[in-house]
């Protein structure tokens, strides 16, 4: 009897740890992010960068994400409307944003047989984004502003599973709100509409952990 204890043992570790990885707990995320950022002025600014995530799950389908991505363009022009344009000043070279986001995700399969590779997710983050503009005429050369705008992503995206550690994320959409610190315009008194709406695209890869 004494003999079977360390084997009942070696399979009960065994055991919980099939279960574990079965049931990954940590989800992180890196790759490529693109948005498409309406700002004021009929062409859209599109900004390019990247993307780093990490989804705790706590229970099997509901997790805590927090994000952090970093975005840029360069030779941005626009003229002043009621648009973010207005606090970064006309004809900026260069805008930076980074996004600090955290909120709820929940995680699901799909329930075809064929797509069992494949699992879906969607998410609810709030945060702050820092937007950052160089050389703007009215600033001088070489001088930088920078504005804190309130954000809120709504959104979601499939991965597909390459082992029990890896996926590959082909699409993840959020629909990004940014609103900066209100401002006024400076002949006029009046309010302006800072506020920027739009989608932004992902895709990278996933560590299961």
Partial sequence: MRKLIPVLLVLLFCST???A???????VFGGYSYWRAYYGDPKPAVLNGWDAAITYYPSKHIGLTADLSGLS???LTSQCTESISCLLGDDVGKVTTQSYLFGPSVRFGLKNPKLKRFSGF?????????INANYSPALGSGEITSVNALTSVTGG????RLGSHVSFRPVQIDYMMVQPQIA???????????????FRYFTGIVFHL
């Fill in 122 to 130: 969607a998410h609810q983050m709030f945060g702050v984004t820092h």
């Fill in 21 to 27: 990885q079965s049931q990954n707990k940590l989800d």
């Fill in 73 to 75: 363009i360069g030779n």
């Fill in 157 to 160: 995206g499939i991965d597909l």
């Fill in 17 to 19: 740890f099939s279960k």
């Fill in 184 to 198: 006024s315009d400076s002949d006029t008194g009046e309010s302006l509409n800072l506020a920027v709406s739009s």
